[in-house]
C-alpha cells in the first residue's frame, strides 16, 4: 500500500499544528532535521519535535540529516517520533544504531545520498524497517526530481524481494503528480512529498491525489505482483 508522508520543511513553521491537521490522512508526517553541518542548511531539532508530537496524532518520519547521529538519533525517539532516519554516510555504528532506535520502541530507517550506491549495505538491510533514497541532494526543499536515481530505486527493490524482507522503501525529493508513478513503478512504495502537498491550495486533497497515483503504478508495477 503507498503511504504519503508530507514534509514539513515546506510548512508554515509559525503554524505547524495547523499545518499538520492541514494534511489529516496522512499516513506520516516527515520531519526534516538538518544541523548545518552534514547539509548547508538549519532547521528544527528536538524540542521542536516534542511539540509537534503533542500537537498531532499523525506519526512522525524524522529524517536526520546531521553529523553524528549515533549520539543524537535515539533522542528523536524519546521525543516522540514514530520512524527515525540516519544518513549511512554520518553514521559510524549503522546496526548498533538501528537496533538502538528499534529497542527505544521506533522504525528504523537508513537513508541514502544520491552517490551512495546501495549494493555495499545489502547486508544491513534485515537491520533496517525503512530504506530512504534520496531523489535530490539532501540539504533543501523544492529541488528538481533526479531521474538519475529510478534505476537504484529499481535495484534497491530487487534487493529487499530476493532477501524477502519487510522492508518500505521511501523515496524523498521533487515527489510531486509528475514524477511519484515513475517512482512506484521503480519500486518506491513510501513517498515524502514537500511543495506538491503544501504548496496545493487543498494538502489534504494534494495527499489523496498522491495515494491514488501511486496505488494506481504500483498495481502495474513489475515488482509488485508477489505483493
Known sequence: MAQINPSILSADFARLAEEAEAVRGSDWLHVDVMDNHFVPNLTLGVPIVESLARATDIPLDCHLMIEDPDRWAPQYVEAGAGSVTFHVEAAAAPVRLAREI????????????????????????????MLLIMTVEPGFGGQAFLDIMLPKIRRTRELIDRHGLELWLQVDGGVSASTIERCAEAGADVFVAGSAVYGAQDPAEAVRSLRELAVKATADAWWACGH
Not at 529497542?103 to 524497517?129: H, N, Q, V, Y
Open 102 to 129: 528499534r529497542a527505544k520502541g521506533a522504525r528504523a530507517s537508513m537513508a541514502l545520498k544520491p552517490g551512495t550506491p546501495i549494493e555495499p549495505f545489502e547486508d544491513l538491510l534485515p537491520e533496517l524497517d
